[in-house]
């Protein structure tokens, strides 16, 4: 890998970074992506996919089967490789990864979130695909992801309880299906726990909740690789920073409403933005 150069180098393959790649190669550019686990990120673990239009209804990893599907269509290069940072370099950047360093006239960051920890012993924050019979499960959270994992894991087959130290954040639509699910609430702030022979004992509002595995879903903060130099205000827009060449999109741009759709516009968005900027600096327009 040393030594390699690229066009465009998208790091992160969830749908913000699959947008914008699939549109680097729509403009005629070449592209290289470097995900570290599985293309379609955090959106594997949804319950159901409802915010954007052709994929309503389908599961997390339907939907990144399709996002697979669409950068194989599209003829998009993937790494599996991490990113380490991001060095602007005369005439572009330089990315270091795990295995090596490339070079790269542009680069495009799509890395996402990482969620925010309580500490607790055996704590989760993406819960697996599995069956969850005979398994007390104790989700803490009273955001939409909390919700849609809450109800994923009844379906297959767990005993929910849902934390919340406030009034539950989640959309309409999931606390009707929560409370029909008939999934206990539990109001309150985890005040402390102990660990058992058999899993944990939360305490919670005046509550003691045994639970087998606590899911901690209480948000999530963006996640960027080192960068040298300082990339000022992201734009909304098409994530555009102070670094000629360099965007960052979707919830690494620490986007407000963290939406399916959102991410996908703005991966868009940089992309075009991108080959405008290639292009002027190849001097071709």
């Not at 402390?192 to 899911?215: F, K, N, S």
Request: hydrophobic share 40%.
């Amino acid at each position: 890998m040393r030594g390699s150069q690229e066009t465009v180098v998208v790091v992160g393959a969830g749908p913000a970074g699959v947008a914008a790649a699939v549109q680097c190669i729509r403009q005629g550019l070449d592209v290289l992506v470097v995900e570290r686990e599985r293309v379609g990120g955090l959106i594997y673990y949804a319950r159901k996919v409802e915010n954007f239009p052709g994929f309503v209804g389908l599961r997390g990893h339907e939907v990144c089967r399709r996002l697979e599907g669409m950068l194989r269509d599209a003829g998009v290069r993937v790494i599996r490789d991490e990113v380490s940072c991001v060095i602007p370099s005369e005439g572009g950047f330089t990315v270091c990864l795990s295995s090596g360093e490339i070079g790269a006239c542009a680069v495009i960051l799509a890395t996402g979130a990482r969620p925010r920890s309580l500490g607790i012993p055996g704590e989760v924050h993406y819960p697996p695909w599995e069956d969850y019979h005979g398994k007390k499960v104790a989700v803490i959270g009273g955001g939409d992801v909390a919700f849609d994992y809450a109800l994923r894991i009844s379906e297959l087959g767990g005993e929910v309880t849902l934390l919340h130290r406030s009034d539950p954040r989640a959309i309409p639509p999931l606390r009707r299906e929560a409370r029909e699910a008939g999934i206990r609430m539990v109001r309150g702030e985890v005040e402390r726990w102990a660990t058992r022979h058999e899993g944990l004992l939360l305490y919670a509002g005046g509550v003691e909740i045994p639970c087998d595995l606590p899911v901690v879903a209480i948000g999530r903060e963006p996640h960027l690789p080192g960068i040298r130099g300082t990339l000022g205000v992201i734009s909304s827009e098409n994530g555009k920073t102070q670094i000629p060449g360099l965007y960052v999109v979707g919830e690494a741009s620490g986007l407000r409403y963290r939406q399916m759709g959102i991410a996908v516009g703005m991966g868009l968005a940089a992309a075009m933005d991108c080959a405008r900027w290639v292009r002027k600096d190849e001097g071709r327009i």
